[in-house]
């Protein structure tokens, strides 16, 4: 497969050792269920994990790394500003 090979709607961007796709903004959103502008805004508030290849400009993430991040994310609508540190 070529590292922009374009699959279904999707552009995938190559794939890891062990046969795995790596996941493009538009997947990683889909998961995360926001749109591609707020996780490339995340992305460049440091708030996504680095990408774990990148191809020319374009960054790709793992399924396994994307579910950590998202595993430790907080919820939608969370507003971790607010909360009270522990007494």
Do not use: N
């Not at 090979?5 to 961007?13: N, P, S």
């Not at 538009?26 to 490339?40: F, H, I, N, P, Q």
């Not at 996504?48 to 400009?57: A, E």
């Amino acid at each position: 497969m070529r590292h922009d090979q374009t699959v279904g709607k999707r552009q995938t961007c190559g794939a890891a050792p062990d046969g795995a796709a790596f996941l493009s903004y538009a997947d990683v959103a889909a998961l995360a269920g926001v749109s591609e502008a707020t996780l490339r805004k995340y992305a460049s508030q440091g708030r996504l994990p680095p990408p774990d290849v990148r191809v020319g400009r374009t960054p790709g993430w793992t399924e396994a790394s994307i579910r950590r991040w998202l595993s430790a994310r907080p919820g939608a609508g969370a507003r971790t500003d607010l909360r009270r540190a522990p007494t």
